[in-house]
């Protein structure tokens, strides 16, 4: 079987994300990631401790990896899923740090 059959890891990746951590895995699914309720979204548990940098360079990286159409399919789709957890996450700190410049500016004009 050719490589390109059976892709393997992502080893252009700095983050060490691969296939074998990919939908098939079965993992129990993150919280933030979006999940079609068949397991898919076990290989993005990760994605919940992310720093908002950390998700935001990430999320770019698959976008760019995306456009270049270049993955196998089942790659593609693992890294939609990736990608779309990333989202999440990085909506998830600006949702936070929004409450709290909210909170403070609330709090000074109580002031």
């Known amino acids: 079987m ?3 059959m059976n892709p393997g890891t992502y080893s252009d990746r700095q983050d060490g994300y691969s296939t074998q951590n990919s ?3 079965g ?3 993150s919280a933030l990631s979006a999940s079609s309720g068949d397991g898919t979204a076990g290989a ?3 994605v919940a401790s992310l720093s908002y940098e950390r ?3 990430e999320l770019v990286a698959v976008v760019q990896r995306l456009e270049a159409g270049s993955a196998p399919l089942e790659d593609s789709l693992a890294l939609w899923e990736r990608g779309e957890a990333l989202a999440q996450r990085c909506q998830t700190w600006l949702d936070e740090a929004r409450a709290r410049l909210a909170a403070v ?3 000074d004009s109580e002031d």
């Open 2 to 4: 050719s490589s390109e």
């Open 23 to 25: 939908p098939s895995s």
């Open 27 to 29: 993992s129990s699914p």
């Open 44 to 46: 993005n548990e990760d």
């Open 55 to 57: 998700a935001r360079e």
């Open 105 to 107: 500016a609330q709090d």
